[in-house]
């Protein structure tokens, strides 16, 4: 499952898991396991904000955009990610905001 990141300040944060074709967003499950290879799964039939755009099967791969929130303080990672291939399990995030040692740190 290949993820692309969508930064938006938001206080809500976001928990991911993957399991197969099946992502798991705060607790809402979405199951993209019908999805044959070459689909798109255009955004407006998704029910789920978490989701930024259409979702895509390319060569067996989920593709999809998934909103990142951060913030007011979020690290340079996190405000321009890279796309990542998400294994099963926990997806790891970029950090929400910077600890407040690391925010000393870049003011000195």
């Known amino acids: 499952m290949r993820i692309s990141f969508v930064p938006i300040r938001r206080d809500e944060r976001l928990e991911m898991s993957r399991a197969g074709d099946v992502l798991t967003l705060n607790g809402d499950v979405l199951d993209f396991s019908a999805m044959p290879d ?24 989920l593709h999809l955009s998934v909103l990142l929130p951060h913030g007011a303080t979020a690290p340079a990672e996190t405000l321009f990610p890279a796309p990542i291939t998400a294994d099963n399990g926990d997806v790891p ?14 003011q000195a």
């Open 38 to 61: 070459g689909a798109i799964l255009p955004r407006s039939a998704i029910s789920n904000d978490w989701i930024a755009g259409d979702v895509e099967r390319l060569q067996g791969q």
């Open 93 to 106: 995030l970029p950090p929400f905001d910077l600890e407040p040692s690391e925010i000393a740190e870049e």
